[in-house]
């Protein structure tokens, strides 16, 4: 078969390998749809250490069971399917407080087992026996469907008592790229009175017309964009405040629009080799301030986001903007980086 195989920096080749063989208690799934996430690229950019290549990339899919191995599965050949893509030890203490996603020897698919960006992908039977295959509607697209990984990650960062949006409450995600907007739609199904985005491209946030967004801010070096949020905010600042990109400036920002009592989540990692940022931590004493951290999700998130995802109000079809055949997958970081682009998916 033909797959996107990663051998490093900046080179991910479609090439042919071998199908993947079943061992016991395996299931094996045609993928219908991959789409390509934010760490894709910066995979594709800047290399991952917890990578060894060659991998086959992919973790945001949805396909159909096609062979199986496990006469137990809860799920049978025909059967159309979303994955929770975290493996788990079971037995640590976080999995014991059931947060599977903080597991201190977690595998994951595309970054310790082949992932989606080709026709047939192996489940590992650990993943067969814990359920977390799951059955979904023949009616909706496959790339669709696919947005649950990524939307279950946005739950896990809006639970546990986090960030308790109210119907009171202003939000500002800053960062408009596809991560950015679904946690300004979980937002306004928490009940936001007012959800606000912050962005440096134009051509991003131009594309907010088609969500429920009040204002697109533009971010600006001079700062004019923290101004603008005590202007939408009667000069009280927000009430909770999301940052969605991987960028020290806006981890800073974020303190300085959030208002008194905020609530300020950390969403997207800062790049290892520079981990670091510069706050004014005086916000956090003056005004209060309750800050958090997320990383990737609990299987009860993905249960949660796979629900979603095939509400017939749910807004995929305005996230997931372009198609691409397997061959043209590169593309897609061009896409993505220029802004053009939401949520590009990838037909293996």
Not at 15 to 36: F, H, K, M, R
Not at 87 to 94: A, H, I, V
Not at 125 to 153: I, M, Y
Not at 179 to 184: P, S, Y
Request: proline fraction near 4%; hydrophobic fraction near 40%.
């Amino acid at each position: 078969m033909q797959a996107a195989v990663y051998h490093g920096k900046e080179q991910i080749i479609v090439q042919q390998v071998a199908d993947p063989t079943l061992e016991a208690g395996d299931v094996l799934l045609e993928i219908e749809a991959c789409n390509v996430c934010g760490t894709d690229l910066r995979t594709y950019r800047h290399g991952d250490k917890k990578i060894t290549p060659p991998r086959i990339l992919g973790h945001e899919f949805c396909g159909r069971v096609v062979e199986s191995k496990n006469p137990d599965a809860n799920v049978k050949i025909g059967d159309r399917v979303l994955m929770y893509i975290v493996l788990s030890c079971g037995e640590c203490r976080y999995c014991k407080a059931g947060r599977e996603n903080l597991c201190t020897s977690r595998t994951t698919m595309s970054y310790h087992l082949d992932g989606a960006f080709a026709p047939l992908m192996r489940v590992p039977e650990k993943a067969v026996r814990r359920q977390q295959l799951f059955k979904v509607s023949e009616e909706l697209p496959s790339e669709h469907l696919s947005l649950a990984e990524p939307l279950g990650c946005v739950i896990n960062a809006h639970g546990r008592g986090r960030l308790e949006i109210g119907l009171k409450d202003r939000v500002a995600v800053i960062g408009a790229g596809p991560i950015g907007v679904l946690h300004a739609l979980v937002s306004r199904y928490q009940g936001a009175q007012q959800v606000d985005m912050y962005d440096v491209m134009q051509a991003r946030l131009d594309k907010l017309s088609a969500f429920d967004i009040d204002n697109a801010v533009r971010v600006e070096k001079e700062g004019s964009h923290l101004e603008k949020a005590l202007e939408l905010t009667d000069g009280l600042g927000y009430d909770v405040v999301i940052v969605a990109v991987s960028v020290a400036q806006a981890q800073a920002d974020a303190l300085e629009i959030a208002g008194k009592m905020g609530r300020v989540e950390y969403f997207g990692g800062l790049p290892k080799t520079n981990p670091f940022a510069t706050l004014n931590t005086n916000h956090l004493h003056y005004k209060e301030l309750k800050i958090s951290g997320s990383y990737s999700e609990k299987m009860s998130d993905f249960q949660a986001a796979t629900a979603l995802v095939q509400k017939k109000d749910f807004p995929s079809d305005k996230i997931v903007t372009h198609l691409l055949p397997l061959e043209r997958i590169t593309e897609a970081f061009t896409l993505m980086e220029s802004g053009e682009a939401l949520k590009v998916s990838i037909k293996p």
